[in-house]
């Protein structure tokens, strides 16, 4: 009680909690990781506040766990790996720093959700290049130090972006910024120079927001982010492609990243796309889904500022000649569904519920990252897996996104489930550990381990192991960051 009562007063009472409900809600998610509850909860408003924070947990051996996002959390990096957690509660920092449309760069605190920063971007001329769908309480900071894919890959040049600088408290207590917010000067001092925080290179040559990203909160806390911005399009026309041939969408898809001819561009299956659209449960989900092809290539052209409409018919003619070589056709409408309708859905946070919950209240994801050649044997080996544990395969969700130029892919298994039903519950959990084994072997790559295949999938590498504990004694030589996660 003594060490809660040294945490509340950095806070002030009225943000520290270690009430039983509050806690159990931060005791669990929805993933199949075991529930632990927290000691306390603290709501810090400012970076001043975390740094006391990380130092007096260094101080007492407090483990502390950073949350950002609002529930429901889904991937077991926010229940506690061990007793006696002290939760950093960081979705009451809802600053919005700055907007600046002529470097195409804004800088958020991690309070900030993709519902409150869309708005804001886009009074500036501004839109973000964001993931599919994310949930309305979803940190838009919190988002990007997890990689999540995101729509409009040829905006993607690097697999940190749109990532640019942070401001990170390391669990030793040290505040650091960096890329172009390393200095010389303060932000504000910066910014008086004509400053940007834009650039993620340095200090030096090294980009050290690697070292968070990813982390799940093992290395630090971050305070403050900036990220790239896209410019809001004046003229957009989108287009859906349907076959029941994958391969085809993928070398359509391959073409118009290569190429830079569209902004978004996403392969989803009729089970994902009619979850997204539905309206109506279940009517509406059978009926359309019924009515979509196998698979759907979704993409979106668009015209800015100058020659907005001969740009746009310019593109959608190279589109067509590719489309003819492929051997597919774009239509505006894909069964029941219209391009537009999917072009305003995807350019905003899901609608409540959250679209992996609409169908039976629980959803498990299965996400790595592959390139097409291999594409074809891990939906054969996913498919079989599931039939053998006795989950219908034409019931699990995908969604493939080009990453990085396209270079590579986001592929995602959406399993979607009955959380009240136990032999549901354990169906699933049984088949997500074992597809996971199974589709390392076949060139799937984890790069964003979570729950309980983490220590699977990081342990097949002991001199990554070795590297990062080698970080982690430097950054949080007390462990205090989320123990338990990863390979800590």
Not at 39 to 66: G, Q
Not at 182 to 210: D, F, L, M, S
Not at 257 to 270: A, D, I, P, S, T
Not at 394 to 423: A, K, W
Request: proline share 7%; charged share 20%; hydrophobic share 40%.
């Amino acid at each position: 009680m003594v060490v809660e009562a040294k945490f509340a007063k950095i806070v002030g009472a009225g943000n520290a909690s270690s009430q039983k409900e509050t806690l159990e809600e931060y005791s669990r998610d929805m993933s199949f990781v075991n529930p632990v509850r927290p000691a306390f909860i603290v709501r810090p408003k400012t970076a001043a506040e975390i740094e006391k924070i990380v130092n007096l947990a260094n101080e007492t051996n407090t483990p502390l766990v950073p949350v950002s996002s609002g529930s429901p959390h889904f991937r077991g990096d926010t229940v506690p790996g061990t007793g006696g957690v002290v939760i950093v509660d960081l979705s009451g920092m809802k600053k919005i720093i700055k907007i600046t449309r002529h470097n195409r760069v804004a800088m958020v605190e991690p309070g900030v959700t993709f519902a409150e920063l869309i708005p804001a971007v886009t009074r500036e001329g501004l839109r973000l290049n964001m993931p599919l769908l994310p949930r309305q309480s979803k940190s838009v900071v919190g988002s990007m130090l997890e990689r999540e894919p995101v729509i409009m890959p040829k905006y993607q040049w690097d697999s940190s972006d749109p990532l640019a600088c942070i401001e990170v408290v390391f669990g030793n207590g040290e505040t650091f910024r960096t890329g172009q917010a390393a200095g010389p000067g303060t932000i504000e001092e910066q910014w008086a120079a004509g400053g940007v925080q834009k650039t993620p290179y340095g200090p030096g040559p090294a980009q050290w927001q690697r070292l968070v990203q990813g982390a799940q909160g093992t290395m630090g806390i971050v305070t403050w982010a900036s990220l790239r911005c896209e410019l809001l399009p004046e003229l957009e026309q989108p287009f859906v492609v349907g076959s029941a041939n994958l391969g085809k969408l993928t070398d359509l898809a391959h073409w118009l990243v290569r190429m830079k001819l569209v902004n978004e561009c996403f392969m989803v299956n009729n089970t994902d796309l009619a979850a997204i659209m539905a309206e109506k449960w279940p009517t509406d989900y059978c009926d359309l889904k019924d009515s979509l092809p196998r698979w759907i290539l979704f993409y979106n052209v668009a015209g800015y500022h100058y020659s907005p409409e001969e740009r746009v018919s310019t593109q959608i003619k190279g589109i067509t000649d590719i489309c003819k070589q492929v051997g597919v056709e774009p239509v505006k409408a894909a069964g029941k569904v219209s391009a537009n309708e999917i072009l305003k859905t995807v350019q905003k946070p899901s609608g409540e519920p959250y679209w992996k919950l609409r169908y039976k209240g629980a959803c498990q994801d299965i996400f790595f990252i592959t390139i097409y050649d291999k594409l074809e044997r891990q939906l054969s080996i996913m498919n079989e897996l599931a039939n053998q544990y006795g989950f219908q395969s034409s019931d699990i969700g995908i969604y493939l996104q080009p990453m990085v130029q396209g270079t590579n892919c986001h592929c995602e298994f959406n399993l979607f489930y009955d959380p009240t039903n136990p032999r549901e519950v354990a169906r699933v959990k049984t088949l997500y550990t074992k597809a996971t084994e199974a589709l390392m072997k076949v060139g799937a790559f984890f790069s964003r381990p979570y729950d309980t295949t983490a220590r699977m999938i990081v342990n097949q590498n002991a001199a990554s192991v070795d590297a990062l504990n080698r970080v982690k004694g430097v950054l949080d030589p007390n462990h205090i960051m989320n123990p338990g996660k990863l390979c800590f």
